[in-house]
């Protein structure tokens, strides 16, 4: 009943930029919050990002100045705009979304991830 389709992604030099989308579909009543985590090899999943219900904006430490998460309310979708890219960026990154949907329970769902590589 909810699909959260990811595009973007790839490989990037060190000091470029990448924006990732995930268009989040399907019987939604209400979100709670959307946003994005990644995943590096050998790390636990961590937040990144995200929009929680009411406005608020969390933004991990090591992302702060460089990444921006922005959102088109009317199509479902949040965007993750990455400058500055890092080699310690590179990972598996992952849309989440917390929602209630019409004929469920509010649970948390995630996308397929994306894989980011920054390299020379």
């Known amino acids: 009943q909810v699909q959260l389709v990811e595009s973007g992604g790839g490989l990037v030099q060190p000091g470029g930029s990448l924006r990732l989308s995930c268009a989040a579909s399907?019987?939604?009543?209400?979100?709670?919050?959307m946003g994005w985590y990644r995943q590096a090899p050998g790390k636990q999943r961590e937040l990144v990002a995200r929009?929680?219900?009411?406005?608020?904006?969390d933004y991990a430490d090591s992302v702060k100045g460089r990444f921006t998460i922005s959102r088109d309310h009317a199509k479902n979708t949040v965007y993750l705009q990455m400058n500055s890219l890092k080699p310690e960026d590179t990972a598996v990154y992952y849309c989440?979304?917390?929602?209630?949907?019409?004929?469920?329970?509010?649970?948390?769902?995630w996308g397929q991830g994306t894989q980011i590589t920054v390299s020379s």
């Open positions: 929009f929680i219900v009411g406005g608020r904006i």
């Open positions: 989440n979304l917390d929602a209630r949907l019409i004929s469920r329970s509010r649970g948390d769902y």
């Open positions: 399907g019987s939604i009543l209400s979100i709670s919050a």
